[in-house]
């Protein structure tokens, strides 16, 4: 658990980089996605660190949000990154799981692919504006943005073709 004793001893052994996976803007969802985790610890851990960081005058070690997007949370990302800003987190990357055959990673039905193209669409565009603004670093993986894209040209296709 980090606490401000934790978190001054962690700056002060000259980490560079602390990934955490965040993986919901809610409890709810966080506790689903990390079973076991609890939302609350957390924040009041990480809470903690950016503090020592401040009160140290450390740019280091960097602090990164990974952020998992599925079905069951594309809704939140937008949260995590404000989560994060609000927390003086120094990046956030959202990601999107792959299924791979034979392991427990994701399945089909949790994967962004899954989500609907308007909810896709609308979040991506969301995080995109996010981006422009200040506080953490954003950062969208390319495989979402792709999958945002063709959703985006097939409803744009779909529209030509209902008025051609």
Same mark, same amino acid.
């Not at 594309?74 to 989560?83: D, Q, R």
């Not at 959202?94 to 193209?117: F, H, N, R, V, Y």
């Not at 744009?156 to 051609?164: C, E, F, P, V």
């Given at each position: 658990?980090?606490?401000?004793? +934790?978190?001054?001893?962690?700056?002060?052994?000259?980490?560079?980089?602390?990934?955490?996976?965040?993986?919901?803007? +809610?409890?709810?969802?966080?506790?689903?996605?990390?079973p076991?985790?609890?939302?609350?610890?957390?924040?009041?851990?990480?809470?903690?660190?950016?503090?020592?960081?401040?009160?140290l005058?450390?740019?280091?070690?960097?602090?990164?949000?990974?952020?998992?997007?599925?079905?069951?949370?594309?809704?939140?990302?937008?949260?995590?990154?404000?989560?994060?800003?609000?927390?003086?987190?120094?990046?956030?990357?959202?990601?999107?799981?792959?299924?791979?055959?034979? +392991?427990?990673?994701?399945?089909?039905?949790?994967?962004?692919?899954?989500?609907?193209?308007?909810?896709l669409?609308?979040?991506?565009?969301?995080?995109?504006?996010?981006? +422009?603004?200040?506080?953490?670093?954003?950062?969208?993986?390319?495989?979402?943005? @792709?999958?945002?894209?063709?959703?985006?040209? @097939?409803?744009?296709?779909?529209?030509?073709?209902?008025?051609?």
């Amino acid at each position: 658990m980090l606490n401000p004793k +934790t978190s001054k001893r962690l700056i002060e052994a000259g980490l560079d980089q602390i990934n955490i996976s965040f993986d919901g803007a +809610t409890a709810e969802t966080f506790e689903k996605l990390r079973p076991g985790a609890n939302f609350a610890q957390i924040c009041k851990g990480l809470e903690a660190l950016t503090a020592a960081k401040r009160a140290l005058n450390s740019s280091l070690p960097r602090i990164t949000f990974r952020a998992n997007c599925l079905k069951e949370n594309f809704e939140e990302m937008p949260g995590i990154v404000s989560i994060a800003r609000e927390m003086q987190i120094d990046e956030v990357r959202i990601q999107s799981l792959i299924e791979i055959k034979g +392991t427990k990673l994701a399945t089909k039905e949790q994967l962004p692919s899954q989500i609907d193209q308007g909810s896709l669409i609308k979040m991506v565009e969301t995080l995109q504006r996010m981006k +422009t603004e200040p506080g953490a670093e954003l950062h969208i993986d390319r495989a979402l943005l @792709k999958l945002a894209q063709e959703a985006t040209n @097939k409803g744009k296709n779909s529209g030509d073709s209902a008025t051609g």
